[in-house]
């Protein structure tokens, strides 16, 4: 069956410093990659999305960055993180581009920049 | 661009009532339909979809919804809740052409007392 990682779990960062969040997902092949962030009281923010490797779409012009270095692997940077990256990340994948196919979502980073 | 209404940011109900969340979309094309459920600091999880077919879609844990197309609303419906079912619940859409992108609308926190 498929699985979905991510970590850290929690994190708390000073404003301006760097940020790495990483996703994996195993019992699949050339899954859709996708993440999210929810902020409190606006519901889930698609961020970026990825059809394979080195391929990267972004939904929001922001301080952060994805990257997809490996098949089942999905990171999200950031070089200076803001006060208002704060959140809950959510990284998510689905079996193909069908609309039909359901995003699966791992269980979170939840981000403080203090 | 299509757009996701949950009008009720918190819905309080007692232990073994009916219950029902409201979801409203905007959509100039077709869209197929998603109710998600969060756990406190978890991710989502999927608790039925609508993609075509019969208009009333029954879920997971006994949640169903109901499709109308003429009131554009996908409404979530539980006729005996649970303790267990306070969660934070989300509708989303996603239409019928183009990249496999979920909107979602800000989410309804169910609580249940006894």
């Known amino acids: 069956s498929q699985t979905i990682h991510q970590w850290p779990a929690t994190l708390v960062q000073p404003v301006g410093s760097p940020l790495s969040l990483e996703c994996t997902v195993e019992?699949?092949?050339?899954?859709?990659l996708y993440w999210y962030r929810q902020a409190a009281g606006r519901g889930l923010q698609l961020l970026f999305y990825s059809v394979g490797i080195g391929q990267i779409s972004s939904e929001v012009p922001q301080n952060l960055s994805a990257s997809r270095p490996q098949d089942r692997q999905f990171i999200l940077s950031s070089k200076k993180l803001l006060l208002s990256d704060s959140g809950f990340y959510l990284c998510?994948?689905?079996?193909?581009?069908?609309?039909?196919?359901?995003?699966?979502f791992g269980p979170g980073t939840r981000l403080t920049v203090l | 661009a299509q757009s996701v209404t949950q009008l009720d940011s918190q819905v309080p109900v007692f232990e073994e009532a009916p219950v029902e969340l409201r979801c409203n979309y905007s959509s100039s094309v077709s869209v197929y339909l998603f109710w998600y459920v969060q756990y406190p600091n978890q991710g989502l999880q999927l608790l039925l979809k609508y993609l075509s077919g019969s208009t009333l879609v029954k879920g997971i844990n006994g949640f169903e919804a109901e499709f109308n197309k003429s009131q554009t609303s996908f409404h979530l419906r539980k006729p005996s809740v649970h303790i267990s079912d306070t969660a934070e619940y989300f509708c989303a859409v996603i239409m019928n052409t183009g990249f496999q992108k979920l909107v979602f609308g800000t989410g309804t926190r169910l609580l249940v007392s006894p």
């Open positions: 998510a994948w689905s079996a193909s581009t069908s609309r039909t196919d359901t995003q699966y």
């Open positions: 019992g699949t092949s050339n899954p859709n």
